[in-house]
């Protein structure tokens, strides 16, 4: 794997990562800037909302977390312990469709968001976080549109690489198969 690749890989769970928190504190009962209606609305500590957001935080960094497997061994070899595919290779469309599957759908997702977030129909109530409070949770949200991007160049690389398919020594446009010469 290049090291680049890598990189962008352990990048990716760091861009989920301070929603997470913003939404914990939300969870705590940490005043985040709603006030009215839907201050009422996410009233924390709250047997339902706390759960929650925890569980929503914990499911948005575990699925970004996901993003390693293409550049560790276990993204190559299904785990012993499951059952049927234990120790079998992973197959790379398998992981590819997979993979390009959630970088389609956090990028929608992620953007999709965003538009409602800043748009009039959502955050444009009057109740929602105004000034810092609404600064620190854009900053705090805005990292997650990288998720589907760097998620999208990883699995790029990842297929590369698992199909052996590495740049050209000579430079050349075209690509060649791992331990083959290339043809000037």
Same mark, same amino acid.
């Given at each position: 794997?290049?090291?680049?690749?890598?990189?962008?890989?352990?990048?990716?769970?760091?861009?989920?990562?301070?929603?997470?928190?913003?939404?914990?504190?939300?969870?705590?009962?940490?005043?985040?800037?709603?006030?009215?209606?839907?201050?009422?609305?996410?009233?924390?500590?709250?047997?339902?909302?706390?759960?929650?957001?925890?569980?929503?935080?914990?499911?948005?960094?575990?699925?970004?977390?996901?993003?390693?497997?293409?550049?560790?061994?276990?993204?190559?070899?299904?785990?012993?312990?499951?059952?049927?595919?234990?120790?079998?290779?992973?197959?790379?469309?398998?992981?590819?469709?997979?993979?390009?599957?959630?970088?389609?759908?956090?990028?929608?997702?992620?953007?999709?968001?965003?538009?409602?977030?800043?748009?009039?129909?959502?955050?444009?109530?009057?109740? +929602?976080?105004?000034?810092?409070?609404?600064?620190?949770?854009?900053?705090?949200?805005?990292?997650?549109?990288?998720?589907?991007?760097?998620?999208?160049?990883?699995? +790029?690389?990842?297929?590369?690489?698992?199909?052996?398919?590495?740049?050209?020594?000579?430079?050349?446009?075209?690509?060649?198969?791992?331990?083959?010469?290339?043809?000037?």
């Amino acid at each position: 794997m290049p090291p680049w690749a890598n990189r962008v890989a352990h990048l990716v769970p760091f861009t989920v990562l301070p929603s997470g928190v913003w939404r914990i504190a939300l969870g705590l009962g940490v005043p985040v800037g709603f006030h009215g209606e839907l201050a009422d609305l996410y009233h924390a500590p709250d047997w339902r909302l706390t759960p929650y957001v925890f569980a929503l935080s914990l499911l948005a960094e575990g699925c970004a977390l996901l993003t390693l497997g293409l550049v560790r061994p276990w993204g190559e070899v299904f785990p012993r312990w499951l059952p049927f595919v234990g120790g079998r290779n992973v197959p790379v469309p398998f992981a590819v469709a997979l993979a390009s599957a959630g970088a389609v759908a956090v990028t929608l997702l992620c953007t999709t968001m965003l538009f409602q977030v800043s748009g009039p129909d959502a955050m444009g109530d009057p109740d +929602a976080p105004r000034g810092l409070a609404a600064w620190v949770m854009g900053l705090c949200y805005a990292p997650m549109l990288l998720w589907g991007p760097l998620l999208a160049v990883v699995t +790029a690389a990842y297929y590369l690489r698992r199909r052996g398919l590495t740049p050209s020594p000579t430079g050349g446009r075209g690509r060649t198969r791992r331990g083959t010469a290339a043809r000037p």
